[in-house]
């Protein structure tokens, strides 16, 4: 069964500094999608960013980017320039590509304070 | 710009009884999910449809029913409320027929059981 796994319940950087999130998956799938998801503090969830498992590059939208390390397992987000509003809760989720299960796994999320 | 509309947006009940949750998607979608998210901020899916049909169906009590008439809106209905029941149910939609999983949340609906 696919897992996320995010380690890093909180963590609390100075703003205009960047910031790594840690996350890890399990999948028996070669064809996997990746995401990052933002809660704010009003609860609204948004997606950030994707990364599919076939592709070798980096997604990068803005001041997010992803580190993927395919053999680790491992899909890192990295906030740039970070800003007090990107205070939030961030979620890495899962997506295995075979079949139409259409069934999205999250993390249990890291709580990023950016201080000012 | 929120596309996905979830009424009501709190409810406050008491254990035993019968609560509904609607939602509705202005994207265009095709597929929508029922996601739960408990006290400490963890998400479980409960639920997912195709366009109407039922793909996922997690291990949840049978008190939990989902019904959709069109691939526009998905309800969830609780039959018999219990304090464990407490938590932010949150729908979601996904275009392409979920298959990258990219998902847009409604606000969330927040049930508390007294």
């Known amino acids: 069964a696919q897992k996320v796994t995010q380690t890093q319940t909180s963590i609390s950087v100075v703003e205009k500094t960047t910031v790594t999130m840690d996350c890890v998956y399990e999948t028996r799938d070669s064809s996997y999608f990746l995401f990052w998801y933002k809660q704010t503090a009003s609860g609204e969830i948004v997606f950030l960013i994707r990364?599919?498992?076939?592709?070798?590059e980096n997604a990068t939208v803005g001041h997010y980017s992803l580190n993927f390390q395919k053999p680790k397992s491992s899909i890192g987000l990295i906030i740039t320039a970070t800003q007090i509003e990107d205070s939030a809760v961030y979620f890495c989720a899962m997506r295995e590509g075979r079949g139409n299960t259409n069934k999205v796994v999250f993390g249990t999320g890291t709580r990023l304070q950016v201080l000012p | 710009e929120t596309a996905v509309f979830q009424t009501p947006n709190y409810h406050v009940t008491q254990v035993g009884n019968e609560v509904s949750f609607n939602c509705k998607q202005t994207l265009g979608h095709d597929t929508m999910y029922w996601y739960k998210q408990d006290s400490k901020k963890l998400l479980k899916i409960m639920f997912s449809?195709?366009?109407?049909?039922?793909?996922v169906n997690e291990t949840v009590p049978r008190r939990f029913s989902p019904q959709s008439s069109d691939k526009a809106h998905l309800n969830l209905r609780i039959k018999s409320v219990e304090p464990e029941d407490s938590a932010v149910y949150l729908c979601?939609?996904?275009?392409?027929?979920?298959?990258?999983?990219?998902?847009?949340f409604g606000e969330g609906s927040k049930l508390t059981v007294l």
């Open positions: 449809y195709n366009n109407k049909q039922l793909i």
């Open positions: 979601a939609s996904s275009g392409d027929w979920g298959a990258t999983g990219q998902l847009y």
């Open positions: 990364q599919d498992s076939y592709k070798k």
